[in-house]
């Protein structure tokens, strides 16, 4: 969990791939704030739409992406959609989500 690595108050971070981060408590919180809004994200397009699949939203969350990319994409849109379901902010009907009426 992002949240216990912020706990640890590291003064350095050596990732097992890319530059080491000099500054882990900047670079945590910028992850948690982007997977924060990526969460309100889906959540505010399955609340729009009523209810959504994941290849449903990709287009609308990573239109900047090239579609070769939309099937990595469309895999971190289920988690947080199962997420949400499992955090009773959704609902879930197989691979579909529905908006809580």
């Keep these: 969990s992002l949240h216990l690595l912020l706990s640890l108050n590291a003064t350095t971070m050596i990732p097992s791939h890319g530059c080491i ?3 882990p408590e900047k670079h945590l919180r910028a992850c948690i704030a ?3 809004e990526r969460h ?3 959540l505010n ?3 729009i739409h ?3 699949r994941a290849q449903d939203i990709v287009p609308s969350l990573y239109k900047d ?3 070769s990319y939309w ?3 469309n895999l971190s849109v289920q988690s947080h ?3 949400l379901a499992e955090c009773q902010e959704i609902d879930r009907e197989d691979d579909t989500f529905h908006a809580k009426k």
């Design 81 to 83: 959609l199962l997420w």
């Design 40 to 42: 309100q994200s889906v």
């Design 71 to 73: 099937p990595l994409a």
């Design 21 to 23: 981060i000099a500054d």
């Design 34 to 36: 982007h997977r924060e």
């Design 50 to 52: 009523t209810s959504a």
């Design 45 to 47: 397009f399955v609340n």
């Design 65 to 67: 992406l090239p579609k």
